[in-house]
Each structure stands twice: as structure tokens, then as C-alpha cells.
């Protein structure tokens, strides 16, 4: 049974496209999420355009004809930079050198940012001293990185009994890398290890 529109139970199809609204002055306003690039050259279509010129200076409204011309002239590009202004902003530069300065500062921006990991060493009770100082080692290298480490006492057998001796070792873990070091999670029995989260100071 086909149902009319405007009954309790007639559905509508699925929007697509760009989604309008009205605004209190009733203007209505397109409402578009996705991030395009510019338009350049041929691309704009709107005309007058406010045009920038290379070295930043305003030149004034020109039919966008004009303003391509202009571009043209200087074997530059003309790039809408402000789409939404009315009239739209236009700049002209060259935007292969734009383009590539942009992914430039992308690459060196994210070369900078740090993820931090958690890195995991793993002692024994009643560990010897050459064996203790190496780890350690390790573990002080990956706070000087910026990381976080999980000291990992595992216990074998018998040992378990005595807990004791593990949590001496990993106190003295705590203070050997006191210096750049603090303790995030205190030494905790888990299962038949006991744990102790350090983070960089």
C-alpha cells in the first residue's frame, strides 16, 4: 500500500547533498562540513573579487577576468582565499609554493609531536648487579625519550612468598632514576609479577 506524504507513517528519503538552514534574518545558509581545497585561476567563478596582491598589498574589486589577467602577468596563480566573504577575497601568489610550504610545515609539525609509549623492563628477584645496572640503563634511556616505563619484578616458584625482596628491587629502581623520574602507579602485586608505573618528570 502506497502511503501519501504527510501521513503519521510516511517516511522521507535520506538527504543528500549540502544541508540548508535559516538563519533569524532569513537568509538561508549552506552548511557544508567537508573541507575543499581552494579554487585557483579558472576555478572562480564569482565576479567582483577583493583582490590581494603578491606582496600583500590590496588592490582593490576587479572583475575576476582582470585579476586573472593580472596574475598571468606575473606567471603567478590566483587563489580564492576567502570563499564566504562577499565579494570573495582572492590572493595572487604561486600556489604550487604555497601548496608545497604547507605540506612542509605538516611534515615538520607532526615530526614534532611525541607519542608517548609504554615501555616495559623486567627484573627478578635477587638480581645480580651487573644485570640490575643494565636494565636500568634501559629504562633510564626510555624516560630520556620521554616515555613512560612499566617495571616488571617476576617472581618464580618460591619466591612469590617473599614479596618483600621484590618490592626492595623495584624501590631501588624508583631511586636510581629518582633524578629524572616519578613514580605514576606504586608497586602492586599482579598475579605473580609486581608492577610499578614511572613517568618522566
Request: cysteine-free; proline content about 6%; aromatic content about 4%.
Amino acid at each position: 500500500m502506497r502511503l501519501r506524504a504527510g501521513t503519521p507513517f510516511a517516511t522521507r528519503a535520506p538527504h543528500r547533498g549540502p544541508r540548508f538552514s535559516v538563519s533569524s534574518t532569513g537568509v538561508r545558509t549552506i552548511q557544508d562540513s567537508t573541507k575543499r581545497p581552494p579554487r585557483v585561476n579558472r576555478q572562480i567563478r564569482i565576479s567582483p573579487v577583493r583582490v590581494i596582491g603578491a606582496d600583500g598589498s590590496q588592490l582593490g574589486i576587479l572583475e575576476v577576468d582582470a585579476a586573472l589577467s593580472m596574475a598571468q602577468e606575473l606567471g603567478l596563480d590566483l587563489v580564492e582565499v576567502a570563499a564566504a566573504a562577499r565579494p570573495p577575497v582572492v590572493r595572487i601568489m604561486d600556489y604550487g609554493k604555497f601548496k608545497f610550504e604547507q605540506a612542509k610545515q605538516a611534515r615538520l609539525a607532526k615530526k614534532k609531536q611525541h607519542v608517548i609509549h609504554l615501555k616495559e623492563v623486567k627484573y627478578r628477584p635477587g638480581i645480580d648487579d651487573h644485570d640490575f645496572e643494565t636494565k636500568t640503563r634501559h629504562a633510564r634511556r626510555f624516560l630520556e625519550e620521554g616515555n613512560k616505563v612499566k617495571v616488571t619484578l617476576m617472581f618464580r616458584g618460591r619466591q612469590i612468598a617473599h614479596p618483600e625482596l621484590g618490592k626492595a628491587v623495584v624501590e631501588r629502581v624508583a631511586q636510581e632514576l629518582a633524578d629524572l623520574a616519578k613514580t605514576e602507579s606504586a608497586p602492586a602485586m599482579e598475579g605473580k609479577s609486581m608492577t610499578m608505573i614511572l613517568a618522566p618528570k
